[in-house]
């Protein structure tokens, strides 16, 4: 059984930064692409980000520049780093552990809170 469990986020002013963690055990963490994906109140989950098993990453264009998506192998762990938050980044971040065009077919995490206030 997979399990993810997602930490990190928290309430930033608008300008700030988090980094978002999502730690996977259960499988071979190489094997797939992770991804991110956000969910605000009264709106439908969306996708965020993804990385492939090389690291290359792919983002939806309202965070490209800001986001940068990592992943440390070793740990099972990736990371979402968050610059230039926005209040529209307001939002649940969920960690998914399969991702593929832009929609997560693995196992979800508990989600973590994001608030950037203006």
């Known amino acids: 059984q997979v399990q993810v469990v997602e930490a990190g986020g928290g309430l930033v002013q608008a300008g700030g930064s988090l980094r978002l963690s999502c730690a996977a055990s259960g499988r071979p963490f190489t094997f797939y692409a992770m991804g991110w994906f956000r969910q605000a109140p009264g709106k439908e989950r969306e996708f965020v980000a993804a990385i492939d098993r090389s690291g290359a990453s792919t983002y939806v264009d309202s965070v490209k520049g800001r986001f940068t998506f990592s992943r440390d192998n070793a740990k099972n762990t990736v990371y979402l780093q968050m610059n230039s938050l926005k209040p529209e980044d307001t939002a649940v971040y969920y960690c998914?552990?399969?991702?593929?065009?832009?929609?997560?077919?693995?196992?979800w995490g508990q989600g973590t809170q994001v608030t950037v206030s203006s």
């Open positions: 998914n552990t399969d991702v593929r065009g832009k929609i997560g077919f693995g196992s």
